[in-house]
């Protein structure tokens, strides 16, 4: 790949976030009860690809204390599942539930109504190419998240 494909996501994806960032809720705040980094951590995980506390830790430089008491929060709360993995059951798979992805939406650090503003200055073909665009990236990041590389 070249520099310039690499510099077209550096200078793109800070366009989409100040577009679409909100103002930052205290998790007493809501009904969902999640602080900013509560939602950061659910934004990393997803439904079926599951991802070690180790992983997650690392990606976000935590402590895995910090990490292992916001996500023991947040499974009582039924936002994140953790699985024991097999052959060897003393590692952990988390996955997002669909009450953690409602809630990890509705807390999110992008404005839904400013995202649906820009997703229709798309039309048709161009819009669909765009979601396309980012699932595609969002499953290499998780594969490259996977990997453990940081």
């Known amino acids: 790949m070249s520099n310039s494909e690499v510099e077209l ?3 793109c994806y800070p366009q989409i976030y100040l577009a679409c960032h909100k103002r930052h809720v205290r998790a007493s705040s809501t009904k969902y009860r999640l602080s ?20 997650l830790a690392l990606h976000l430089s935590v402590r895995g204390s910090t990490l292992s008491a916001a996500i023991h929060r947040m ?13 060897d059951r003393r590692n952990v ?7 953690g992805a409602r809630a990890m939406a509705e ?4 404005d839904a109504e400013r995202v649906r503003a820009v997703l ?8 669909k190419r765009a979601l396309e665009g980012l699932e595609l990236l969002a499953k290499a990041s998780r594969q490259l998240m996977n990997e453990g590389a940081h």
């Open 9 to 11: 996501i550096q200078r």
């Open 120 to 127: 229709a200055k798309l039309h048709g073909e161009e819009r």
């Open 36 to 55: 900013g980094r509560d939602s950061s951590i659910l934004a990393h995980l997803h439904p079926v690809t599951p991802v070690t506390p180790t992983q």
């Open 75 to 87: 499974e009582k709360l039924g936002y994140i599942l953790s699985d024991r993995t097999p052959p």
């Open 93 to 99: 798979a988390l996955t997002l539930t669909l009450q």
């Open 107 to 110: 807390t999110s650090v992008l």
